[in-house]
C-alpha cells in the first residue's frame, strides 16, 4: 500500500493531479481521490474544471489554473499551458498569484504579471502571508502608501500586520 501511495505521490508530482471535473467548480477535498492531498475538507476555494494540483507541502499546495479564474476577489492568471502557478495556504488562503490585470488588494494598486513583466526585470508575482495579509507586490502605478511615495514598478512590501518594510 505504501509503495502504491508513493508512485502515485510521484506521478502527480511529474504530471500533476487534475482537480475534481464534474464539469463546475468543486472544492478539493481530503476525501477525494486525489492522493496525499491531506487538506481540511472545505479549506481550498474551489478550483475550476481543469485545474492541476502539482504539488502539496506541509504548509502549501500548489497548482495551476486553466484559464484566468476569480479567486478571493483577484482575477488569477491561468491558462492551460500550465505557465502560471497559484498557490494556496493549507487553510484555503491565497499564498501567491499572478494577477490577470491591475487590481488593488487591501489598498494597494498591484500590477498584471505578463510574460513581458517577468522577461523585463522585476516580477509581478503577488505574495500573501498566511493570515491573508498583503506581503509583497509590484506597483501598477505612482501611489502613496502609508506617507511614502512609490513610482509605478517598484515593489513593495509589508509585515504581517500590514505595514510598509522600508529598505534603507
Not at 500500500?1 to 472544492?27: H, N
Not at 481521490?33 to 485545474?51: E, F, H, I, R, Y
Not at 479564474?69 to 502557478?85: A, F, N, P, S, Y
Request: charged share 20%.
Amino acid at each position: 500500500m505504501k509503495a502504491v501511495f508513493l508512485a502515485l505521490f510521484f506521478l502527480s508530482c511529474l504530471f500533476g493531479l487534475p482537480a475534481q471535473s464534474t464539469g463546475q467548480q468543486q472544492p478539493v477535498r481530503a476525501d477525494s481521490s486525489q492522493s496525499g492531498l491531506t487538506v481540511p475538507n472545505d479549506s481550498l476555494p474551489a478550483l475550476p474544471k481543469g485545474a492541476i494540483i502539482h504539488k502539496v507541502t506541509e504548509d502549501k499546495v500548489y497548482c495551476f489554473l486553466p484559464a484566468n479564474t476569480l479567486i478571493q476577489g483577484i482575477l488569477c492568471r491561468g491558462d492551460k499551458h500550465r505557465g502560471w502557478e497559484t498557490v494556496f495556504y493549507r487553510n484555503g488562503k491565497l499564498a501567491l498569484v499572478w494577477p490577470a490585470r491591475d487590481t488593488e488588494i487591501q489598498g494597494v494598486p498591484c500590477r498584471a504579471a505578463s510574460f513581458w513583466t517577468e522577461v523585463s526585470g522585476g516580477s509581478a508575482r503577488v505574495t500573501f502571508y498566511p493570515n491573508g495579509q498583503l506581503k509583497s507586490c509590484k506597483l501598477a502605478k505612482d501611489c502613496t502608501i502609508q506617507g511614502h511615495r512609490f513610482k509605478k514598478g517598484e515593489h513593495v512590501q509589508f509585515n504581517s500586520k500590514g505595514e510598509l518594510i522600508i529598505k534603507k
